[in-house]
């Protein structure tokens, strides 16, 4: 597979700079963004997520803070689960990270396209953009993805059409930006679109089409030519003629698609001494690979369509909102295939020949666990021993949980294993109540807790703020401890989990004890500075979460 990094995205000459950085995902970790910000600010530290972040992240603050206004992240607010089981890593980044988020919900589906767009500028006012469409959400999941990176250029014939319909994207997404000045910067960049062409490594404009489908500015299905084919197939069984290749997730694609209707494949594993060659050992050659990648091969016309849509009617006739790219004139160097075996940019692809169970979607149970925690109340006191040591102690009413689903909990921040190596994790069974944790002297009480909820392979994780003692806990301590706590925010962790009015107000009105409180300290100058800054950037995350 061709090989793209950040790393190349933002490779750029020194007399150019990133004005805007405009992501899209569908689901979308805190970890990820760090690492986008990390290539584009050229900070090898923020590259790196790991264990030792947390030293050098108040050094990078005022950096983060500085790109706040140049950089946004839109992903689906119904579809993301933040993992804050690195809560430690990221306290004295969290509120300038969040800023920069811009939850949004397509109108009857999905929001899911897959794109990293930067617009550079330099000191003469001449402008590009670099483009990444791809299947792969802003997450650290590790699956096989396709992508291609594309760069945009101003059309030298004004009566030249562009490419394109991102123009439309970017308006839909300024519309949902609730920052006036950030929106309409961004409707501007929306304009600006509407004059420039994109071409791929090898490719000029003609030989590209970026198509954005699914949104309510006049936008219906995917690429014409797409769907046709796709709809022809789908109506000619299992005899018909099958012309269309597809590298599709199995999660997405009916069985009856699989079985019947489409030419569908899978990667094959491979052997990490003969990866650049794409060969594979014997011994792994009919085992699969995660695959969340999503191509369409059409070889009697050399194209090649690639980005966010999966093989379903969602995607492709317009519910979903998606992002594609055609690309004209693909050689058997890059894409291949036969009835039996699909070669994509050197990796062995092998055809599907049974359904898989849907069940094991984790998007949906994503969906089922969000639905058990709205349905239970979950309580308790999160606290140190007599020894010092952590002490949770959990109560959380009788759940149903479907055949062959397994619940587990964990308190957020808690090591995941013993001295023992054993799981520290715990199962939930129906009819027993009361769950007690130990930590350690080093584990810190937050009031958080980590649900898991897992099928077979699959699982989803949430946190549940289920301790509001530990803010009260807080305001009591000495100014240095006051101080520390603003200065970390482990206690805002909660703001990111909850979603109803009330809860949302219990938050502010602790957020703003312990701000005032804070501000009756006897503070240098530097951390006043640093308390107001705090306080903007809070009552920026508020009012989005407010708007949900």
């Not at 706040?68 to 933040?82: A, L, P, V």
């Not at 003609?206 to 796709?230: A, F, M, N, Y």
């Not at 690979?289 to 091969?297: D, E, I, P």
């Not at 994790?425 to 810190?444: L, V």
Request: aromatic share 10%.
């Amino acid at each position: 597979m061709i090989s793209i990094t950040y790393e190349q995205l933002f490779d750029i000459q020194d007399e150019y700079e990133v004005t805007e950085l405009i992501c899209t995902t569908m689901s979308f970790e805190i970890d990820e963004q760090i690492k986008i910000l990390g290539c584009m600010m050229k900070k090898a530290e923020m590259k790196r997520v790991n264990e030792n972040f947390s030293g050098t992240q108040n050094a990078l603050l005022s950096e983060v803070t500085a790109v706040i206004n140049k950089c946004y992240f839109f992903y689906d607010k119904e579809r993301t689960d933040f993992k804050l089981d690195k809560a430690d890593n990221y306290a004295g980044l969290y509120t300038a990270l969040l800023a920069m988020h811009c939850p949004v919900k397509a109108e009857n589906g999905v929001f899911h396209p897959k794109i990293i767009l930067c617009r550079y500028e330099n000191k003469n006012k001449k402008v590009f953009y670099k483009l990444l469409v791809s299947s792969r959400n802003l997450t650290c999941l590790h699956s096989f993805e396709v992508g291609v990176q594309l760069t945009g250029e101003h059309n030298s014939d004004p009566n030249d059409k562009p490419n394109h319909n991102l123009c439309e994207l970017v308006k839909w997404l300024a519309e949902r930006v609730s920052d006036k000045e950030k929106s309409d910067r961004l409707k501007e960049r929306a304009k600006e679109l509407e004059s420039f062409s994109f071409k791929a490594p090898g490719k000029e404009p003609k030989d590209i089409l970026i198509r954005v489908s699914g949104i309510d500015l006049g936008q219906g299905q995917q690429d014409e030519e797409l769907v046709d084919q796709w709809e022809k197939e789908n109506k000619s069984g299992k005899s018909g003629k099958k012309e269309l290749y597809i590298l599709s997730p199995d999660y997405e694609t009916d069985k009856h698609q699989i079985e019947e209707y489409h030419n569908i494949y899978y990667p094959t594993q491979m052997d990490e001494n003969s990866c650049d060659q794409g060969k594979t050992t014997d011994q792994n050659e009919d085992k699969g690979v995660n695959t969340h990648a999503k191509l369409y091969y059409f070889p009697g016309k050399e194209t090649v369509w690639l980005g966010s849509c999966n093989s379903s009617e969602a995607a492709m006739k317009g519910k979903n909102i998606e992002c594609m790219v055609r690309i004209r004139g693909i050689k058997d160097d890059l894409i291949k295939a036969d009835d039996e075996f699909l070669w994509v940019f050197e990796r062995k692809c092998m055809r599907y020949l049974k359904g898989i169970d849907n069940k094991c979607d984790k998007y949906k149970l994503c969906k089922q666990l969000s639905e058990i925690l709205d349905n239970c109340e979950i309580k308790g006191k999160d606290e140190r021993s007599k020894d010092g040591k952590r002490l949770a102690n959990i109560s959380i009413r009788s759940i149903k949980l479907e055949e062959g689903y397994r619940l587990e909990l964990l308190p957020l921040g808690m090591h995941e294993k013993d001295n023992k190596d054993e799981s520290k994790w715990q199962e939930y069974r129906c009819g027993k109540d009361t769950y007690i944790f130990r930590g350690s002297k080093a584990e810190k009480p937050n009031g958080l807790l980590r649900v898991r909820l897992t099928y077979e392979n699959n699982s989803a994780e949430k946190q549940e703020f289920f301790y509001k003692g530990i803010i009260d806990s807080c305001i009591n301590r000495s100014s240095d401890e006051i101080w520390r706590g603003m200065v970390n925010e482990r206690w805002l962790d909660s703001l990111m989990q909850v979603n109803t009015p009330k809860a949302i107000k219990e938050i502010k009105d602790d957020f703003m004890s312990l701000y005032n409180l804070a501000k009756e300290l006897d503070l240098e100058e530097e951390k006043m500075n640093e308390l107001e800054n705090m306080k903007k950037l809070f009552r920026c995350f508020l009012s989005k979460k407010e708007k949900k």
